[in-house]
């Protein structure tokens, strides 16, 4: 057991610097060509600091000890920070040590990308910005940190706001079908895909000399129940004035087109006494009743659309 603790407690020696020896007493000395050994100053240190290879270095301890000042001195100024009546030297000499640009210009920066559709650019804001940060004595990576930091915050707030957008636009958007259906009946039901048709109509009249992708640019706006409803009030008021055919509306449809026309607008004013068909105070009753007979008249086949021709003469 005696044993086994004297192998555990015993460490080896450090070993000297090269070119030395170590006396009996634990000491350095320092061999010279042909002259009596010198004591050397790490003589004095313990045994384990003597052959610090960090020492060899320094010739005697007063080197050793300026060297030991002048780290000291260093780590002091390093510390202190300029305060706002520190002479504009001292400030350049700070922000030297410090790793601080001389200029907000001279910032060696990454710039992140802006979140994608913003319309967010980095040109108004940065200069601002970098001059703050300097101003702060703001290094390099401190500066880049904080970009980084506000792209990451602004892609959040932005993906916030462009879904908050999209909510409220759907809703917007079934506010308006929902209305539209009290006048035109269900969505993509016969008398919606006649108005949308009357629509287009108006559209490709309006646009007849346009380009090809422009009038689609447009007819696809016509998917806005709001856009559809407004340009097929604007093909009545086309059809009135004669710039727009009874031919070109959308009434050159089938006869059984027609027949599921008039009778989903009769089965819409049985369930509704104050639909327009039914309802003479209804401002669009005249209107209404006008494209009953015309369904209907197209239901009955040409000599149908004889006898309204009659009419309205």
């Given at each position: 057991?005696?044993?086994?603790?004297?192998?555990?407690?015993?460490?080896e020696?450090?070993a000297p610097?090269?070119?030395?020896?170590?006396?009996?007493?634990g000491?350095?000395v320092?061999?010279t060509?042909?002259?009596?050994?010198?004591?050397?100053w790490?003589?004095?240190?313990?045994?384990e600091?003597?052959?610090?290879?960090?020492?060899?270095?320094?010739?005697?301890?007063?080197?050793l000890?300026?060297?030991?000042?002048?780290?000291k001195?260093?780590?002091g100024?390093g510390s202190?920070?300029?305060?706002a009546?520190?002479?504009?030297?001292?400030?350049?000499?700070y922000?030297?040590?410090?790793?601080?640009?001389?200029?907000?210009?001279?910032?060696?920066?990454?710039?992140?990308?802006?979140?994608?559709g913003?319309?967010?650019t980095?040109?108004?804001q940065?200069?601002?910005?970098?001059?703050?940060?300097?101003?702060?004595?703001?290094?390099?990576?401190?500066?880049?940190?904080?970009?980084?930091?506000?792209?990451?915050?602004?892609a959040?707030?932005?993906?916030?706001?462009?879904?908050?957008?999209?909510?409220?636009?759907?809703?917007?958007?079934?506010?308006?079908?929902?209305?539209?259906?009290?006048?035109?009946?269900?969505?993509?039901?016969?008398m919606w895909?006649?108005?949308?048709?009357r629509?287009?109509?108006?559209?490709?009249?309006?646009?007849?000399?346009?380009p090809?992708h422009?009038?689609q640019?447009?007819?696809?706006?016509?998917?806005?129940?709001e856009?559809a409803?407004?340009?097929?009030?604007?093909?009545d008021?086309?059809?009135?004035?004669?710039?727009?055919?009874?031919?070109?509306?959308?009434?050159?449809?089938?006869?059984?087109?027609?027949?599921a026309?008039?009778?989903?607008?009769?089965?819409?004013?049985?369930?509704?006494?104050?639909?327009?068909?039914?309802?003479?105070?209804?401002?669009?009753h005249?209107?209404?009743?006008?494209?009953?007979?015309?369904?209907?008249?197209?239901?009955?086949?040409?000599?149908?659309r004889?006898?309204?021709?009659?009419?309205?003469?």
């Amino acid at each position: 057991m005696a044993e086994l603790d004297a192998a555990t407690t015993t460490s080896e020696p450090a070993a000297p610097p090269p070119g030395t020896t170590v006396l009996p007493g634990g000491g350095i000395v320092t061999h010279t060509d042909g002259s009596p050994p010198a004591l050397d100053w790490r003589a004095s240190l313990p045994p384990e600091l003597q052959g610090e290879k960090t020492l060899e270095s320094f010739k005697d301890v007063s080197a050793l000890a300026k060297s030991w000042i002048e780290t000291k001195r260093m780590v002091g100024k390093g510390s202190d920070y300029p305060g706002a009546d520190a002479r504009p030297e001292a400030v350049a000499e700070y922000r030297k040590r410090a790793g601080v640009p001389a200029a907000p210009t001279q910032y060696d920066l990454k710039l992140p990308e802006p979140p994608a559709g913003s319309g967010m650019t980095w040109g108004p804001q940065l200069p601002g910005f970098l001059q703050a940060m300097h101003a702060a004595h703001a290094r390099p990576e401190h500066v880049q940190a904080a970009l980084d930091y506000y792209a990451k915050y602004a892609a959040g707030q932005w993906d916030q706001w462009r879904n908050r957008q999209a909510e409220s636009e759907q809703q917007d958007l079934s506010e308006a079908i929902a209305e539209l259906e009290k006048k035109w009946g269900p969505r993509d039901g016969p008398m919606w895909q006649h108005y949308q048709g009357r629509a287009e109509a108006a559209i490709r009249t309006l646009m007849a000399d346009a380009p090809g992708h422009d009038v689609q640019r447009i007819l696809e706006t016509a998917n806005d129940p709001e856009v559809a409803h407004a340009f097929s009030l604007l093909a009545d008021s086309l059809l009135e004035r004669g710039f727009l055919g009874a031919d070109e509306m959308p009434a050159a449809m089938g006869v059984a087109d027609a027949q599921a026309r008039a009778d989903a607008m009769r089965d819409a004013a049985k369930k509704d006494p104050q639909h327009p068909l039914v309802n003479p105070r209804h401002p669009e009753h005249e209107k209404v009743y006008r494209q009953f007979v015309e369904y209907n008249a197209v239901a009955a086949g040409p000599r149908g659309r004889d006898v309204v021709a009659e009419v309205r003469r």
